[in-house]
């Protein structure tokens, strides 16, 4: 069973700094891509970066210039840097994947959300 799990979420000051981390997990024969979404109560989930296989990555107009994505294929960690933080970046942060499980076909999946809140 496929499992993706975020961590580094939390509280921070504006122009402050925080690191999410996305360990996927279980039988994971080949990853399309994966990314980060938000989501704030009311709204749509909308991606913030992404990157696939060959290391292209993909940002939101919010995200770039502050906001990094990057991966480490060997143990399918997905890290997603975060700088210059602002009040409306606040919200639930998922990792998503697009992974082949057991070499099936590629199958989307969500981990189970990451609290963001920047405030004072």
């Known amino acids: 069973q496929v499992q993706l799990v975020e961590s580094g979420g939390g509280l921070v000051q504006p122009g402050g700094s925080l690191r999410l981390s996305c360990a996927a997990s279980?039988?994971?024969?080949?990853?399309?891509?994966m990314g980060w979404y938000r989501q704030v109560p009311g709204k749509q989930r909308d991606m913030v970066a992404s990157?696939?296989?060959?290391?292209?990555?993909y940002y939101s107009d919010s995200a770039k210039g502050r906001f990094t994505i990057s991966r480490n294929n060997a143990n399918n960690t997905l890290w997603l840097q975060m700088n210059s933080l602002k009040p409306e970046d606040t919200a639930v942060y998922y990792c998503?994947?697009?992974?082949?499980?057991?070499?099936?076909?590629?199958?989307?999946?969500w981990g189970q959300g990451t609290q963001v809140t920047v405030s004072s």
């Open positions: 990157i696939t296989w060959t290391g292209t990555t």
């Open positions: 279980g039988s994971i024969s080949r990853i399309n891509a």
């Open positions: 998503y994947g697009d992974l082949s499980p057991g070499g099936t076909s590629y199958q989307d999946y």
